[in-house]
């Protein structure tokens, strides 16, 4: 009973820890628009997320009820399973972090899940229903829906206000836009929080500590709710640099149009009960929002390989979790092995971040050549295009900086 209680709360730890990794690595997606055109200073905007960040967590049970009682089968998940899956969410989440790189945290977590509960009892283990409609289906639409509801609403927006005063416009936007940024926080504790709560409610209905079909009980909505408002507060510095600059350039008009457009599908989706990747949505707003601007640009090189990223991370963190899950089913030394593999690996990541330290002090002193750094990550899947290509790009992106006075004045 003793070493049955001790992996039940390595798994709640455990799963605290992907929450606050999830809460730094999805700050960009509630306040990365808001920090690039300026309508919030950095620590401002990340305080703020963290606030309705907790506050959503209590909004809602319906995805965590999709994750501990629809995706995989209850009565073959052992701790040790959940425990495994959660090392293959957090390692992705920190790979991806170090990188700059905007992926979902909500498909790490469903990956490992999935890849651990089938090298555990198998693939009947896996709800393949609930895994297409509730998972595989909103991930794909979400992006489209937010990035077409952006793109028109950008267009609305600039066709409404173009007989507008300019600077009584552009402060209105801005209110707007930081109304819009504190509605996708929302949302997000609404949705992501929420994951963490069905996963540990499944690990406690694995160990027997609560019945089957259980809601999660008031302490366990607290602590994630906590967990992610803590790492919602730190910052991911380095996501936020790639979601406001590298995609495409906003003004506080297609903020606006982004994040309300954004925070609309994720609201919805979790009323649904759809396990949605915040991440998702939001890059499909801010690539919608870029394409409803006259002259406005998204960056598809940045854009290519993020949805290369985005198709890698349930497999990435299935194949980790299911090695982890056969290391623990060794023994209780197989799972305190892949405990310090764990810590191992993410004190290593967090040393070598350190090598180039990105904070809310310089998250906004680049351009969009940044976009190396995913270039640099991911250019062992997607081959760099011809010569020819990036010669002919490169020629034709000067061309509109004459016309955006913030893009000319950022080498001062």
Known sequence: MESFSLILAIVVV???????????????NAMATTISTGALKPKVAVAMSAVLNLVGAF???????????????????????????????????LLTWLVGLPSSSSHAL??????????????????????????????????VVAGVAAMVASRLTYTLGRKADG????KGYRAGQIASAGLVSLAHGTNDAQKTMGIITLALVAGGALA??????????????????????LGGWRIIRTMGKGL?????QQGFAAQTSAATVILASSHLGFSLSTTHSVSGSVMGAGLGRKGGVVRWSTATRMFVAWALTLPAAALVAALAEWVCGLGDWGTALVALFLVGSSFAIWRI????????????????????????????????????VTEELTATLPAPEPKTPSATATPV
């Not at 995805?63 to 390692?91: C, Q």
């Not at 495409?248 to 506080?252: F, G, M, R, S, V």
């Not at 998250?363 to 990550?377: H, K």
């Open 212 to 233: 089957p079909d259980s809601d999660p009980p008031v302490w366990v909505i607290l602590s994630a709710g906590l967990a992610i408002a803590l790492g919602t507060y």
């Open 110 to 143: 469903m990956g490992g899940l999935i890849g651990a509960a089938v090298a555990s009892a198998g693939l009947g283990a896996v709800h393949g229903d609930v895994l297409v409609t509730k998972v595989l289906l909103p991930a794909i639409a979400a992006p």
């Open 14 to 28: 455990t799963a605290l820890a992907f929450d606050f990794t999830n809460g730094f690595h999805d700050t960009a």
């Open 353 to 388: 971040s350190r090598r180039e330290v990105v904070d809310h002090t310089n998250v906004n002193a680049v351009g969009a050549e940044e976009s190396g750094v995913v270039t640099a990550a991911i250019a062992a899947v997607t081959p760099p295009p011809p010569a020819g």
């Open 59 to 93: 909004l809602s049970v319906e995805v965590a009820n999709t994750i501990s009682k629809g995706l995989v089968d209850e009565t073959g998940i052992r701790p040790e399973v959940i425990f495994a899956a959660l090392v293959g969410a957090i390692l992705w989440n």
């Open 167 to 170: 600077e009584a416009a552009a």
């Open 248 to 252: 495409t350039d906003l003004q506080p």
